[in-house]
């Protein structure tokens, strides 16, 4: 742990709370957009552990996530550093979008340049400024408009310590992901450092279960990492899958799911239905693997080539 953490200049000693305004840019209208920044330090040595929520600005359930457990006194370790950032893409949640007003998707812009679009002077931003002072993180998303996640972990299975981690905060699924060019967990991996995605719910709406499973997985990996001496247990038995895939539609008309998301299914199985707004033809979703759904997407109405289902297997 280091003895100072200093970001936009503003230095943060050990058993200190502050709130620090990270300025990026402006809006047209010349209102100035600040990124809150919190920081928790314990007096203890320790690890630091970055949590961001928002990183795209209609996943609210991040933003959630790291709001009560501010809100709740959830933060300060015994032993080391907490920095977490709620809101990262503060445009795009005033605009209630995904990206930012360049039209970029900030987590393919990674690392970033100082004089880029607002999409990669983000991105450098935090390349430069948090990702240094720390030494692990959790990044907190959702699916997207009507396609819902069940709480899960994502990681890279074959880097020894990500997988510790994962199994350390205990969600109810975690899944290999491989890392992904331009994407903010990729650029952290680049400089030593690991961050695991945390998946929960859909764009623009709450998912209090995976809100809840949020706060308690980030309190069991600060327990792991020595970060406090209490957490909550999980309830249930986490299941890792080395492998996942989108169903797709075949044909275009009504989706019909006969699955909930969370289901446990088989090979063979029926998932669902694709028919037709007639009443005239009917085409059923067969499962092509054992497994579980980790996706689901509740838009009715679907055109051929649409996820509709995520299949972790």
């Not at 320790?46 to 949590?51: A, D, I, R, T």
């Not at 396609?147 to 969600?171: G, H, M, V, W």
């Not at 975690?174 to 929960?200: M, Q, W, Y």
Request: positive net charge; contains cysteine.
């Amino acid at each position: 742990m280091p003895e100072t953490i200093t970001i936009n200049k503003y230095k943060i000693e050990a058993g200190e709370q502050k709130e620090i305004q990270f300025n990026i840019a402006r809006l047209p209208t010349y209102t100035d957009i600040d990124l809150p920044v919190h920081v928790f330090r314990a007096k203890k040595e320790g690890p630091v552990l970055l949590l961001t929520g928002g990183l795209h600005g209609d996943e609210l359930n991040g933003i959630e996530i790291v709001r009560r457990m501010i809100v709740k006194e959830m933060l300060m370790p015994e032993k080391g550093s907490v920095i977490a950032l709620p809101l990262v893409n503060v445009y795009g949640f005033i605009q209630n979008v995904r990206g930012l007003p360049d039209g970029k998707d900030i987590n393919r812009s990674f690392p970033g340049i100082k004089g880029g679009s607002l999409a990669k002077l983000l991105a450098y931003k935090l390349t430069n400024e948090i990702i240094p002072q720390i030494d692990y993180g959790i990044d907190f998303h959702t699916g997207g408009s009507a396609r819902s996640n069940y709480p899960q972990i994502r990681c890279t299975l074959d880097i020894e310590e990500n997988k510790e981690l994962a199994k350390a905060f205990a969600p109810p699924i975690i899944v290999d992901s491989p890392l992904i060019d331009k994407s903010f967990r990729k650029s952290a991996h680049k400089k030593g450092k690991s961050i695991l995605v945390f998946e929960t719910g859909e764009s623009t709406r709450f998912d209090e279960l995976g809100i809840q499973e949020g706060i308690d997985g980030t309190l069991r990996m600060m327990q792991y990492l020595g970060m406090k001496q209490e957490a909550p247990e999980p309830d249930y038995k986490t299941d890792v899958y080395a492998k996942s895939t989108w169903i797709r539609a075949k044909y275009a008309g009504l989706f019909q799911p006969k699955i909930s998301l969370g289901d446990k299914v088989k090979k063979r199985q029926v998932l669902g239905y694709v028919t037709d707004p007639y009443g005239s033809e009917s085409f059923k979703i067969v499962g092509p693997h054992d497994g579980r759904i980790i996706g689901l997407n509740y838009a009715p109405v679907v055109h051929k080539g649409d996820a509709l289902l995520h299949l972790a297997y």
